[in-house]
């Protein structure tokens, strides 16, 4: 047995976390925003070790991010299982569409959408299964100053059997959200998040005899916040999930943040853990103590890791590893496999990583305050087309270190960009000779720096540029830093750019 384990469980942006467990499995779920395929599922034996067996929405028939802004599409997934089915309920924000998909195996596939039809803004939905077979949709409503609202659903076809009422304001901070029902012993449980998903994020609990109320609020609310530890390197707790162990021990995965000493976080919302005991019939968290990054694994399954992921893709596969992601719906033509084998090749199009689009672009969560990522990039651009290594946050604050056509025949550049607040700059320019040209962006807490190198010849760093262009705390957006590949042109037969691995330590 590990005598310890370390928060966060999934670092990284791996924001409003919830969990199942099904016999010895647990099952957890993300949201995904703007990214597809949707909804990061992950599979864990032990609560702390956890692989990615896939997505839960990965057809365009299941998730169309056309209309999606950054930070908007796939909010708050709730993963629940039931009589042998799995059940993922979640919102589509820029479609203003609640829905949930269905599936025998975690792994997929996943059903195409039933959709829960209202005619009001709807977010954080949740479903529970009673013992006597009704099943209950609970979900935020009314926005910044609303509250819960629950109604019974016919979940072969996601009829709601009334108008959802108000069940709950929460203890009176904003953003009540997050809501999940439970019964223990008896008595139903609703525990959601208070304060907004920043610095006053909170967690909120209340009881009753009835799944519709009348609901009393446990007197000793929040029962977790770090709203009044500033200098505690774990911040935002909140928008949480209660699971049961086999052995009837009961834990919580919850959402945080690890901000820097300038109190700015840029690698995203992430997923931590903590105990709960049951005291006098209301739940505690870890004791009443803060969530830490090192806790104790006592009442824990016993560990279970699983083999590391390799930090190296070397691109010998048929398809990519679950890891990657698209920037809204891929256009599938643009990435090959298969046409120069042992590389990924890129063919970019018209559409930039600034534009409210699908640049071809795959990309894939920043999970370490420090971070190497470098590439070896194969192309020989005869326009001014250009492709290589990027740090994304949105169309607005990204970061390019790329080889660039300079409109001469057999002539290219290396070239860093920054875009940061919508104000693109262009930082260094240095020729290159032909052939294959290694890419590295090195990630500290502060800064990211950009270098490159050619065969046999020392790294050349080209400039730096800050982390803090990808904080929540400056760009309101949810989603935090997202390292990959990148390719542009606005040619309508680009040259390929060819890349033969990519590495991220």
Not at 86 to 105: E, L, M, N, R
Not at 343 to 355: E, V, Y
Request: hydrophobic share 35%; glycine share 8%; proline share 7%.
């Amino acid at each position: 047995m590990a005598a310890s384990y370390q928060n966060p469980i999934l670092p990284g942006t791996h924001p409003d976390p919830s969990v199942c467990r099904v016999g010895d499995d647990y099952y957890l779920v993300v949201s995904s925003f703007e990214y597809f395929p949707g909804v990061p599922i992950f599979h864990s034996k032990d609560l702390v070790h956890f692989r990615q067996l896939g997505y839960v929405l990965t057809r365009e028939s299941q998730l169309s991010l056309t209309r999606a802004k950054s930070s908007q599409g796939i909010f708050a997934p709730t993963i629940r299982h039931h009589d042998g089915t799995f059940y993922v309920v979640t919102t589509d924000v820029a479609a203003s569409s609640s829905f949930y998909v269905t599936a025998t195996d975690p792994a997929g596939p996943w059903s195409d959408p039933v959709l829960v039809r209202e005619d009001v803004f709807t977010m954080d939905p949740s479903l529970f299964f009673d013992d006597d077979g009704r099943v209950y949709y609970t979900r935020h409503g009314e926005q910044r100053d609303g509250g819960i609202f629950q109604a019974e659903i016919e979940i072969q076809t996601g009829k709601l059997l009334a108008a959802p009422r108000l069940i709950w304001r929460g203890t009176g901070g904003i953003w009540p959200e997050g809501p999940h029902l439970y019964k223990v012993d008896g008595t139903y449980y609703l525990l959601i998040s208070e304060g907004g998903t920043s610095y006053d994020h909170r967690i909120t609990v209340a009881r009753s005899a009835s799944p519709f109320g009348p609901f009393e609020a446990f007197e000793g609310n929040p029962i977790l916040t770090h709203r009044d530890l500033p200098d505690h390197p774990i911040q935002a707790t909140g928008h949480a999930d209660l699971v049961q162990t086999k052995d009837g021990d009961w834990w919580l995965v919850l959402l945080g943040i690890r901000p820097s000493s300038e109190r700015y976080h840029h690698i995203g919302r992430e997923t931590f853990l903590a105990p709960v005991t049951w005291k006098d019939g209301w739940p505690v968290v870890n004791a009443e103590r803060p969530i830490e990054l090192t806790m104790s694994a006592e009442r824990l399954p016993p560990a279970h890791p699983f083999d590391t992921e390799p930090a190296r893709d070397d691109f010998d596969h048929e398809a990519l590893g679950v890891g990657w992601r698209f920037v809204r719906n891929p256009t599938s033509k643009n990435y090959s496999l298969s046409e120069r084998p042992g590389f990924l090749r890129l063919r970019g199009t018209k559409t930039s990583m600034n534009d409210v689009g699908s640049p071809t672009l795959v990309v894939r969560p920043q999970t370490s305050l420090r971070t190497r990522a470098s590439t070896e990039i194969h192309i020989e651009p005869e326009r001014r087309e250009h492709a290589g290594l990027v740090v994304r946050g949105n169309e607005d604050n990204h970061y390019q270190l790329l080889v660039e056509g300079t409109g001469l025949a057999g002539k290219r550049d290396v070239v860093l960009k920054t875009r940061i607040a919508g104000h693109s700059e262009e930082v260094a320019r240095f020729a290159l000779e032909e052939g294959p040209v290694t890419l590295a962006i090195q990630g500290e807490t502060g800064q990211y720096s950009f270098s490159f190198s050619t065969a046999g010849d020392a790294p050349v760093t080209l400039g730096s540029a800050p982390t803090n262009s990808f904080a929540f705390e400056k760009t309101a957006s949810f989603t935090g830093a997202f390292v990959g590949l990148y390719a542009h042109s606005d040619d309508s037969e680009p040259a390929p750019a060819d890349f033969a691995w990519f590495e991220m330590k």
